[in-house]
Structures are given as C-alpha cells and as structure tokens.
C-alpha cells in the first residue's frame, strides 16, 4: 500500500514564527504536491516538485517556500506565519507526467494565533 | 481557463436514492478528469476516473457521465448508503502537465438513514 505521511496532525504556531511541515512517500513517486484545503474553496496547489530539488509554483505559492532534497520528502515552509495560513495542508504524490492517481497524506490542521 | 467549477456545494439524499454532482470546465487541454472522495479526518483518495473518448465510466454503484461539447461531467451514486457521506471533488488534469489536478470546490454529501 502506498503510504504519505505529514509530519503533524494538528499544530499550533504564533503569528510571525517559522513553520516546517513535513511530507514523506514510500513509493518511490517522482511528484509532490502540497495543497490547502479550505471550506468553499476545494484544494488548492501551493507547490509542486516533479524531482529532486526541483520545484515549481501552483496557484497559491505566496508566503510559502518549499524543498525537496531527497525524492521521498518534500517540506512546506512557512517563512513567517500569518493568521490567514490557518488551514489543512494535504501533501500528495504520483508518478510522472501523465496523469495518475495522486496519493493524499491525512493533512495537517495548522492554525496560526 | 483553468477552473474547475462543482456544484451542489452541499447535498442531502436520502438512503437508497441517487446523488448526483455536476462540474463543469474551460481548458479543453484537459485530458483526465477523475473524482475524489474525502471522509472526515482523512486525505482525499482516487474514486473514479474518465478520460474523454468515452463518454460513460461505471464501477459499483459509481457512474461517471462525461459530455465533451458541453464541457461537464458528473457524478452519479446509485442507492446511495449513509457510508458514502462524504466531500466529493471534481478535477481535471493534462498530460505533460506533471500529474497537475485542478480541483473543484468540493460538495459534502449527507445520506440520511
């Protein structure tokens, strides 16, 4: 079965503090995808990698940066936090670049004070 | 162009009768278009896909209709269970595009006993 697990389930981080959201894969995908998830708004893409150190913007990218040093983990940064980046992160991952199924983590209900 | 537009936002539908979630798109590059189910406390996970050369896809009690002139496709449950409650999204992706989903907002479904 595949598995992507984040980091963290729930987490409580202070306005302007420095924020780490980890994401790990165990089959060996080439994407990943980070997204938040708000009600009325669907998944949103922050950023995406399709390699090792690679990376591109979504729709969403402001406020966030990303890294992916090896190709099983891929973190979510955010560089200083605001209260508007109260909200559930979902990372996921596939294969290549045909589409395939993308495989969701459990998400991460970051909420910011 | 790159929207993915859902609705209902919200359904209720009573057990053993059919639900049924509409989404419309732009970008006639798109290639893929799958649906994604999504239960409390969890990541979204694939439920059905379609691609356009056909204009109907069948699993269980899942059915998805496909119009390619209109730009639309839909979701049906057939007698649908309290165990289907769940948010649906919609999503459309290209090949070439890194496995990229644009998604839809989301509709959450009720099914009452």
């Known amino acids: 079965d595949v598995k992507v697990t984040q980091s963290s389930r729930y987490l409580v981080k202070r306005t302007g503090e420095k924020v780490f959201l980890e994401c790990v894969q165990d089959?060996?995908?080439?994407?990943m995808f980070w997204y938040r998830q708000d009600p009325g708004l669907g998944l949103r893409l922050i950023y995406f990698s399709y390699d090792v150190k690679m990376k591109e913007k979504g729709d969403i990218p402001e406020g966030y940066s990303v890294s992916r040093e090896k190709k099983e983990r891929f973190s979510l940064i955010l560089e200083s936090a605001s209260t508007n980046q109260t909200s559930m992160y979902l990372c996921a991952s596939s294969f290549g670049d045909s589409p395939y199924e993308q495989y969701f983590g459990p998400g991460t209900r970051l909420t910011v004070t | 162009q790159q929207q993915v537009k859902q609705s209902p936002q919200s359904l209720i539908v009573q057990k053993g009768g059919i639900s049924i979630i509409n989404c419309a798109y732009e970008?006639?590059?798109?290639?893929?278009f799958p649906w994604y189910q999504q239960f409390p406390g969890k990541g979204p996970a694939l439920l059905i896909a379609i691609r356009p050369d056909v204009s109907e896809k069948k699993e269980g009690r899942f059915t998805i209709s496909f119009n390619k002139s209109a730009k639309q496709f839909s979701l049906h449950i057939m007698d649908s269970q309290p165990g289907d409650s769940a948010t649906y999204f919609c999503?459309?992706?290209?090949?070439?595009?890194?496995?990229?989903?644009?998604f839809g907002a989301g509709t959450r479904l009720a099914v009452h006993p």
């Open positions: 999503a459309a992706s290209f090949s070439g595009g890194y496995n990229k989903l644009i």
């Open positions: 970008n006639t590059a798109f290639d893929y």
């Open positions: 089959m060996d995908h080439e994407n």
